[in-house]
Structures are given as structure tokens and as C-alpha cells.
């Protein structure tokens, strides 16, 4: 199962910072998580949310393997 983790306001949302998920792809780990918890889902899916598999940003889709680390990151603002 590729291990998810929640960032920032991501975290506070869904009340869960770590968590496992079993899931092919980033788009059914994705899809999985928002049938769970459908208003993590939309948050996961806003503008500005980025997405690490195994410690890499990702654009799109990505193959996960049952090792895979997903971290989702909220949009950073700063000054």
C-alpha cells in the first residue's frame, strides 16, 4: 500500500497526517481518497496543491508501487 501524507491545512482537514492506501496510480489514489472523504477529495484537487511521489514532484499522472510514498503539499504563500 503506498503511504500518503497530508501537509498544512491538507492535515487539519482530514484530521490524519500519514495514512495507507492501496492504489495503482496517483489518479485511483486520488479517486480512492475523495470517495473516502469527498471534501478532501475537491482540497486535494485545488489549484496550487502539490503532489511528491517518493520525494519527487509530480505533474500529472504517476504508477505507484505498494512502496510508494504520495506526500500532498497546500499551496505555500509567504512574505
Known sequence: MAQVL???RLADQAGWRE???EAPSLDALR???GLADPMLGEALA???V???VDKAIVRGEAA???ASEVAFLPPMSGG
Open 6 to 8: 497530508l501537509f498544512g
Open 19 to 21: 495514512r495507507e492506501v
Open 31 to 33: 479517486a480512492a481518497i
Open 46 to 48: 485545488a489549484p496550487g
Open 50 to 52: 502539490q503532489v511528491a
Open 64 to 66: 505507484l508501487s505498494p
